[in-house]
């Protein structure tokens, strides 16, 4: 299974970081050098890593997966990632497939009730192992890019069979509370789209609670165990992140974005800015663009992994 999926995502990925596929929502990753931190907003989405490994760190959450194994963000979320095997002799390859929620939403009424068990918030970042189902499905749906043709009539079935597998999988039930309406996974889910859209205003805890039908003590006990932040550690994180994007691919200074983004001093979004890349915003992006590593941000800020 292994040698096939490499063969399939190296025809596939034949440019350095994202590249799309034919297949809707499918896309595939080659990095050839371990990266420096790449900040991100990763979007809901289930990654398989064919070759290579790669750390991700979610607030004080760090996590590590390699080949064959998968990691799901079930949310929106602002992670550093750092690829820690890959050469050009052998690149780190993932494969990224976007998960929809209306697609869990029609499949749960047909899963057992033990794939909807699950009614408390837990972390939206996880890892699991590819297993042979799982990977069937993925080879099926990889081999669509060898006969294109297929692709119209064959494509939408086969990332539905991969929603259901992850449905299936031991951390199925964790991925259905983000469609199953009034589970604090859920609420905390559209309070994430609200941080992620209305970033650079500000916002307080209290009305983000209220959102959320929830006291302020339990939205914050919620959200920390769906995020492993604080909600203004979040939006703190996606600014950030969407700063370094603005920088780099708009040419903005560095004062002009700390306003744009929602900072009232641009000393401040220098000094937080500098804690979370570990460098002010203008040596940051001149190593950035020195290095020519823009590409290599996966994403190009908000994204996949």
């Not at 799309?20 to 809901?44: D, E, G, K, L």
Request: aromatic share 6%; charged share 20%.
């Amino acid at each position: 299974m292994k040698k096939t999926l490499v063969r399939l995502v190296e025809r596939a990925a034949t440019e350095e970081g994202f590249n799309p596929t034919p297949i809707p929502n499918v896309s595939c990753y080659r990095i050839s050098r371990p990266n420096t931190q790449m900040p991100a907003v990763y979007q809901p989405c289930l990654c398989v890593i064919v070759q290579g490994r790669k750390n991700v760190m979610l607030g004080k959450q760090r996590v590590s997966y390699g080949e064959l194994e998968f990691l799901v963000a079930s949310v929106h979320l602002p992670v550093i990632g750092i690829v820690e095997e890959a050469t050009e002799e052998r690149p780190y390859f993932v494969i990224q497939i976007d998960i929809d929620g209306q697609r869990i939403s029609e499949l749960l009424p047909l899963m057992p009730s033990s794939a909807v068990a699950h009614k408390q918030s837990g972390n939206a970042l996880f890892i699991g192992q590819l297993d042979r189902a799982m990977g069937d499905s993925l080879l099926r749906l990889l081999g669509l890019i060898e006969v294109p043709e297929d692709i119209p009539v064959l494509g939408e079935f086969l990332v539905r069979e991969m929603h259901y597998r992850m449905l299936r999988s031991e951390h199925g039930p964790r991925i259905a509370q983000i469609s199953l309406t009034g589970t604090p996974t859920q609420r905390i889910s559209t309070i994430i789209e609200k941080l992620r859209r209305d970033y650079h205003r500000p916002i307080s805890v209290e009305e983000l609670a209220r959102l959320a039908g929830m006291s302020v003590s339990t939205f914050h006990v919620h959200f920390k165990a769906v995020t492993s932040m604080s909600p203004l550690q979040f939006q703190k994180s996606v600014r950030l992140v969407e700063a370094r994007s603005l920088m780099l691919s708009r040419q903005l200074d560095a004062a002009s974005t700390a306003y744009r983004v929602g900072y009232e001093s641009p000393s401040q979004f220098s000094r937080e800015y500098a804690r979370m890349f570990g460098n002010p915003p203008v040596r940051d992006i001149a190593r950035m663009r020195r290095s020519n590593t823009t590409n290599d941000q996966e994403s190009g800020g908000v994204g996949g992994i």
